[in-house]
Each structure stands twice: as structure tokens, then as C-alpha cells.
């Protein structure tokens, strides 16, 4: 007989004995009867079949994994032909006669044969010739064989291959396979449940090609991938393998397997979105922490990250179509440097389990180049239009991580890209991609800067980077994860002291950034290995290194290296007081007092989140030495201090720019406090000339009257001399309080500050011999000027004396004055 190898004659007559099942049924029956020999039925993980054991002369060639038998002796010589009937073609068959495969040795309902280390599942036909095996078109493409090959086919067992067996998932590729179209949409949960019915139990593998018949339409699917698990595990889930194209790994379809499918570009199927599966329902490993990635502190900025940009994206795309809504394309993360931005970007990858984000820094899209510039953000996109335009909705999610955004995506018409118009069309081309005529829904464009004002305002508009998220700098909590995570290398080896409190660390790190408390580690570790350099050598270690540890006192030289961007100027603010506060007068109590209750108001969320204090009264008062006090016993995180002696040689806009951008870092901290010395000279009021610089104090007016952020606290302290100055100018009323602070001026109040100094053996007799020298009662001179004099009289002889003299010439100066 033409093609057919010879098979024992005890196989080829029909036994007495009742049939045995043969190894290779592998398919249950069912009670359907889809064309002329019943179908075949599902497999069950709870009645999973025995493996199969092979006889010696059979083994498979495990370098490849596939059904190859080293002998042939199970093997069958037939040879290809097309195809008698279409309901073979439809059903994914191949007829054999049951001549050459008896119906007592094999199941009538089907069963799985290899040729050529492919796999089909094979039907007896009565009316089929003998010698042949039965192929589409399809399938012979696929296969790589033709009809006038002979063909070595062998029964394949899929159990043989291990224990993920099953098609956890499968994704096809879906085009028309004839001239016959239409633009209905075809239901994907439909479709994935007529596939299943026509399938199931069928070994399928990437590359595969199957003729379908969907509502009188032929169409062609192309396996792309599958992803293999074991339903003998208590989830579907458990023992999974990874996704994977290659078409050596191939599996069995079931009703619990998961389908994709996608468009071919060139085709003209509508897909309509799927209700049941989820395309990016896996975009996050379950178990993510910021802290894991090297990264405190974060956790509320991240939840809202994930509740806008993530959340809808893990339901499946049917529902959220159904919904009406579209997911966000666009992310503005800002903030100071150092805060973590940047951070993320880097390891942003880590907690996603798709594909890697692309990363761009802003600097690299600019090309000198006409055209290529806009050719590069064209390009981020590019994988992104090509997937959509194949799956549409089910297409994966592409993440561009967009770095240093200020750099190219300036307002328009601001002149960026050196006039030559090339900022103007490279933010042209990113607003046309983020929601231009083609929308694109499969694309999560993260943009990070430090200058949120620098960016164009249609980039910020809902539909294109519409959720803005602050990372500001981390609080208590999130500094105490940061320097968990900096010190956790060395707490696990011992090289970190007991006496180092982290949560002690983190209090004293106000206003420290991410970067900044980073750095605060590595300068406690730089003094730790000073201390283990061998002596009179920078290239030794001495023999004691096993002693090696980071102590407190290393911390403690630390602070004095590194100071935070946005913390508090302590050292310009204690050189404001140096003598400290000598409270000689009630009217001082009671400035000390009202000030504590500011910074109370302050403090409290039910109150007011902005107040404003003026400090107003006669030259030498005090009033700078105690707003400084104030500010500093506050315990604010944030306290700057704009002077006049900063600003010396500064034009208007410099001096407008340095103040905005003092206001701008206090809205960055929750709580700050901004102190405004000499308003006069700020302004540059003079009682001659110009008067006073306009640009200076409208942009002061505004600033004063501007209110902080949202969750931030600001409180303003104001010193000026001339309040009639102020009051002229209507920025007298730009303040919530007005204290007065008055100049010493009772004899009594000059005798307690002499004490307080300890300088002057007898108090008395300075204040009896300035009495006598002005013949008066009163002082009318102002702290300053009295504490410059005491150290002044301590160089004399006679202190009492010189006190005396010199207190007298400055009461004499300021009623002349």
C-alpha cells in the first residue's frame, strides 16, 4: 500500500477482545456531534490522564522539546493531500483513514499527530483515502510542507512534554481570509467563546494558522503567543510559565484559557473592545513598594499616581469603553531638585511587568538638524501608533518617562530653541501625539521638572499632562523610611552604631530633600573611614577595621557639611540677636507673647494658612533681633530672610526675582516663615528723587497678598522704620498685625539691661550720671544703640562714665532727628 509503513497484522484485524484506550486518546467524548463523528470534549483537571510511558525504542528529542521520536517505528509514511471536506478546514482537522489509524486503537473523536515536529489533532473519515493525510492550505503553510513531500507522522502525546500542558492564555492575530468584509465590529468575548467551543482540547502553538468560519465569514487567526500553566495547581495562575512567541512551546486550549486578539495592520477588522479580559490588568507586581525600589517617603504621591494614571487601566478595556471614558495619557511630576523625580524615572521599570518605559531626557530630543527634533518625539510614539493600530484597546501600555520638560517644552513664542522657532514645533509635535486627530489611548507620558511655571500651558490641560502631582520634600515619617533605606547596607552588617536613633535623625532633618539626607549619610561615612586612616598617610587603613562603625558623633560633623536648600538660615538669623533678647520692658513681654500666638495660628489647619506681621518702630528698637527670635523658636521647618544687605547691586528685576523665588521654595515646605527686614530699603524709599523703586513694591504687594499652596503654611514678618512710609505706599494694610516696638525708655529700664550685661560694677551711677548729664528722666534710645554703647565703655576705664556720655550724645542725636 502506497505511503504506508507496515503495521503488525494483530493491529490491522479487529480484535476479539474488548479495545483497550489507547495512550494517545487524550480527548474525552461529549455528547455533541459536530461533523459525522462526534466531537471531542474537554479536559478536566480533576481527571487529568495518566502520563503516557513510552516503550524503550521510543524518546523524544529534548534539545528542542518537541514530539520528534528518535525511531520510527510507531511512525507513518502517508502523504499530504487537500483536504476532501470544508468542515475540516474550519474545525483546525486533518482527515486520516481508519485504515491507517484503527478505530480500536485510537479515539474516533480525535487525536493529537505530529508531523514534522508539528502538532495537529487528526479525525478518522471513513471515505478518506488510505496513504494520506489530509492538510489546508493553512496548515501546510504553516507546517512548510508540500504535496509532493512524504511525511513521517507519529501519534503525539502532550502529556510527555511536563506538567504545564494547558494554555493558561493564547493572543491571535485576526485578518479576513477572503474578499468578503464588513465593518461590524466583532465582539471579542464572542469570539473568544466560539473559539473555545470550536477548539477546545486542540494543541495549539505559536505561528499556527486557523480557518474559522464567524457568521458566515471566513476569517484567518494567527497564534502569536500563549502562555502555558498547569490546571492541576489550585489557580489557574499558580505554576505559570512566562508569555512567550516561540512556536516550539505549544499547549492545549481549554475553557479556562484566556484569548487576546489583535488585528493585522493591513486588515479591516473592527475589534470591539473586550468586557472580560483585561488588557493591562498585570501592569503592577502586586506586593510594590516604593520603599523596595530605593525609594521613602513617597507613598500618598504614589497611591494618587496609581488611582490616576493605573487604576483604570487594570479593569478590562470592554468596561471602560462601555463607561465612556478614556484613560489618562499624560503625568506632570514637580517639585524641588532632590526631592525624588528623577528617581523614579530610573526605576519606575521596576513595577511594571510589561515592557521597559522609554526614558528621554529633555536636552536629548533638541537636533541641530531642520526637522529632526520633531523626528525624535515622533519616534517615542512610534511603537506605541504601530501596536494600537493592531490591537487597538487591547494593546499594551507604553510608558515615555519624560525628564528635564522645561528644557524643550518652553511657553510658545518665548523664543526657546534660540529663535529659531524649533521649541515652538517640537511642543507642536508632542500636543498633536498626547491628543491629536489620531488619539492614541495606549501611551502614559510622564514629564518631570523643578519649573512648573516654564511650561506651555496647553501641555497642561486635561487630555495631555493633566494630573500635576507635587513631590515635595518628604516629612518626618518619609525621612525616617529615606534614612532607612540609605543605612539598611550597614545596620545589616553591624557598621552602624546603636547610639544612632534614625527617628532622632529624621527630627533634626527638617527640609532635608531625598538627595540631601543621602548625602548627609555618605559625609557621616567619609568621617567614620577618616578615623581608620592610618596616620601620616592618606593611602594606608590601619589593621582595626572589624571596629569600624558610623556613630552619632560622625552624624554631628555631617550636619556641619551638608545643609538643605530649603531649610532654615540659622547661622544669618542668630547673628541678628547675638546678645540675645533682654525683656527690660512689659511692652517686650507682651511683643514675645503675641508673637508665640502667631506662630500658634500658624500652625493650626483651622486657622487661616497665611499671616502677615509688621514690626514697626524707631531705629536700634529690636525689631529685626526679635522677629529673628520668633522665627527661630518657632520650629519651622523653612525660614528665610530677605535683607537688603542680599540684594546690594541688584536691578529691579534681579531684586523681584530673588524675592519670588525665596516665596516660591517657602510654598514647598508645610510650614515657612519669610522675614522681610527694612522694608525702606527693599523698595529704596528715599525722602528726595525718584522716591522709591515701583516694580520693587508692586511685586512685594503681590507676594504679600499671594496665598500658599494647598496643605501649606506661611507666616510673614515684616520690619519697617517709617510707618507713615508704608502707609502712603497702602502696603501699611497688607498686614494682619501691627506691632509697635518701642525704645528704652525709663532710667529703670536701663538699669535692668545694665544688669543683664554684667559689665558694670554699679548700675546705679551710670544711670545717676546720665540723668545728670541730660536732665532728664527718660532714655528715648533703642536697644541696638544701648547694647553698641555697653560694648563700647567696656574698652574705658571708667565704663560708668563713658556709658553715661555716650548714651547722652544719642538721646541729643535722636530728638534732633
Not at 473519515?125 to 512548510?144: K, N, P
Not at 508704608?726 to 529703670?748: C, G, M, R, W
Request: glycine share 8%.
Amino acid at each position: 500500500m502506497f505511503g504506508r509503513k507496515q503495521v503488525p497484522e494483530a493491529q490491522r484485524q479487529p480484535s476479539s477482545q474488548p479495545p483497550s484506550r489507547s495512550p494517545y486518546s487524550r480527548l474525552p467524548p461529549d455528547n455533541a456531534d459536530r461533523y459525522g463523528g462526534g466531537s471531542y470534549g474537554r479536559p478536566q483537571p480533576s481527571s487529568q490522564p495518566q502520563s503516557y510511558n513510552p516503550p524503550p525504542s521510543e524518546k523524544h528529542d529534548s534539545s528542542r522539546g518537541h514530539a520528534r521520536t528518535a525511531s520510527r517505528s510507531r511512525s507513518w509514511q502517508l502523504q499530504p493531500t487537500k483536504s476532501p471536506k470544508p468542515q475540516f478546514h474550519f474545525y483546525n482537522m486533518v482527515p486520516v483513514s481508519p485504515f491507517d489509524f484503527p478505530l480500536e486503537q485510537f479515539n474516533p473523536q480525535g487525536f493529537y499527530i505530529a508531523i514534522n515536529d508539528f502538532v495537529f489533532t487528526a479525525k478518522q473519515d471513513e471515505g478518506f483515502q488510505q496513504g494520506y493525510v489530509g492538510l489546508s492550505d493553512f496548515q501546510r503553510s504553516w507546517a512548510g510542507i508540500a504535496l509532493s513531500d512524504t511525511l513521517f507522522v507519529t501519534p503525539f502525546d502532550p502529556f510527555q512534554e511536563g506538567q504545564h500542558h494547558f494554555l493558561g492564555s493564547l493572543d491571535a492575530e485576526i485578518s479576513f481570509a477572503g474578499r468578503r468584509e464588513t465593518d461590524v465590529p466583532f465582539d471579542q468575548d464572542e469570539l473568544q467563546t466560539a473559539f473555545t467551543r470550536m477548539y477546545e482540547n486542540q494543541v495549539l502553538a505559536p505561528g499556527e494558522r486557523i480557518l474559522m468560519d464567524w457568521k458566515s465569514l471566513p476569517i484567518l487567526l494567527v497564534v502569536k503567543a500563549v502562555q502555558l500553566t498547569d490546571l492541576s495547581m489550585n489557580k489557574q495562575s499558580a505554576g505559570a510559565q512566562p508569555t512567550t512567541s516561540d512556536p516550539r512551546v505549544r499547549g492545549i486550549l481549554t475553557n479556562q484559557s484566556q484569548m487576546g486578539f489583535f488585528k493585522d495592520p493591513k486588515s479591516k477588522v473592527n475589534l470591539k473592545a473586550s468586557k472580560k479580559r483585561a488588557a493591562g490588568n498585570a501592569i503592577l507586581t502586586p506586593d510594590f513598594k516604593f520603599e523596595d525600589m530605593g525609594i521613602g517617603g513617597l507613598d500618598k504621591e504614589f497611591s494618587a499616581i496609581f488611582r490616576r494614571a493605573f487604576a483604570s487601566r487594570i479593569f478590562p478595556p470592554g468596561l471602560i469603553e462601555a463607561m465612556g471614558i478614556q484613560h489618562v495619557k499624560g503625568i506632570l511630576l514637580f517639585g524641588p531638585p532632590g526631592t525624588g523625580k528623577t528617581l523614579i524615572a530610573r526605576r519606575i521599570g521596576k513595577m511594571l511587568n510589561a515592557r521597559e518605559p522609554k526614558v528621554i531626557n529633555g536636552p536629548e530630543v533638541l537636533n541641530k538638524f531642520v526637522g529632526q527634533s520633531e523626528e525624535n518625539v515622533r519616534k517615542l510614539f512610534a511603537d506605541a501608533e504601530k501596536e494600537y493600530k493592531e490591537k487597538g484597546d487591547e494593546s499594551g501600555l507604553h510608558i515615555i518617562i519624560f525628564d528635564e520638560l522645561d528644557a524643550v517644552c518652553k511657553q510658545r513664542g518665548s523664543g526657546a530653541g534660540g529663535g529659531t522657532g524649533v521649541g515652538d514645533s517640537v511642543v507642536n509635535q508632542l500636543l498633536s501625539k498626547l491628543d491629536g486627530v489620531d488619539q492614541l489611548n495606549n501611551i502614559l507620558l510622564i514629564g518631570m521638572t523643578n519649573r512648573l511655571d516654564m511650561i506651555d500651558d496647553a501641555l497642561l490641560r486635561p487630555g495631555r499632562l493633566e494630573v500635576h502631582m507635587e513631590i515635595s520634600l518628604p516629612d518626618e515619617s518619609g525621612r525616617v523610611q529615606i534614612l532607612k533605606i540609605h543605612t539598611a547596607k550597614m545596620r545589616d552588617s553591624g557598621n552602624l552604631d546603636r547610639d544612632v536613633d534614625l527617628v532622632e535623625l529624621a527630627a533634626r532633618t527638617k527640609n532635608f530633600s531625598g538627595a540631601e539626607i543621602s548625602g548627609l549619610v555618605r559625609s557621616a561615612t567619609s568621617f567614620a573611614l577618616q578615623r581608620h586612616v592610618k596616620v601620616g598617610t592618606m593611602a594606608g587603613v590601619s589593621d582595626d577595621l572589624d571596629t569600624l562603625t558610623v556613630n552619632l558623633d560622625d552624624f554631628e560633623h555631617a550636619f556641619e557639611d551638608v545643609k538643605p536648600a530649603f531649610g532654615v538660615a540659622e547661622d544669618e538669623m542668630e547673628t541678628l540677636f547675638r546678645g540675645g533678647i533682654i525683656q527690660f520692658s512689659p511692652f517686650i513681654n507682651d511683643i514675645v507673647d503675641a508673637g508665640r500666638l502667631i506662630v500658634k495660628q500658624v500652625q493650626d489647619q483651622d486657622s487661616a494658612p497665611r499671616f502677615r506681621a509688621l514690626l514697626w518702630g524707631p531705629p536700634g528698637s529690636g525689631k529685626t533681633a526679635l522677629a529673628a527670635k520668633l522665627a527661630l523658636d518657632s520650629s519651622f521647618p523653612f525660614i528665610k530672610l530677605i535683607t537688603p544687605d542680599n540684594m546690594i547691586g541688584f536691578s529691579e528685576t534681579m531684586k523681584t526675582n530673588h524675592m519670588r523665588q525665596i516665596f516660591e521654595d517657602a510654598y514647598k515646605s508645610p510650614l515657612s516663615i519669610v522675614l522681610i527686614d527694612n522694608i525702606e530699603s527693599i523698595i529704596e524709599w528715599v525722602r528726595i528723587g525718584p522716591r522709591f523703586s515701583n516694580p520693587v513694591l508692586q511685586a512685594l504687594k503681590a507676594m504679600l497678598n499671594k496665598q500658599p499652596p494647598k496643605n501649606h503654611r506661611l507666616l510673614v514678618l515684616a520690619t519697617a522704620t517709617e510707618r507713615h512710609v508704608l502707609q502712603e505706599l497702602n502696603l501699611y494694610q497688607s498686614f494682619d498685625q501691627k506691632i509697635a516696638v518701642p525704645t528704652v525708655n525709663s532710667h529703670e529700664e536701663l538699669e535692668f539691661i545694665l544688669e543683664q550685661s554684667h559689665v558694670f560694677k554699679n548700675p546705679t551711677a551710670a544711670t545717676k550720671e546720665l540723668r545728670e548729664i541730660t536732665r532728664s528722666d527718660s532714655v528715648g534710645v533703642g536697644i541696638k544703640s544701648i547694647l553698641l554703647a555697653i560694648d563700647t565703655a567696656k574698652q574705658d576705664d571708667d565704663r560708668e562714665g563713658r556709658l553715661a556720655s555716650t548714651l547722652a550724645s544719642l538721646k541729643s542725636e535722636a530728638e534732633y532727628l
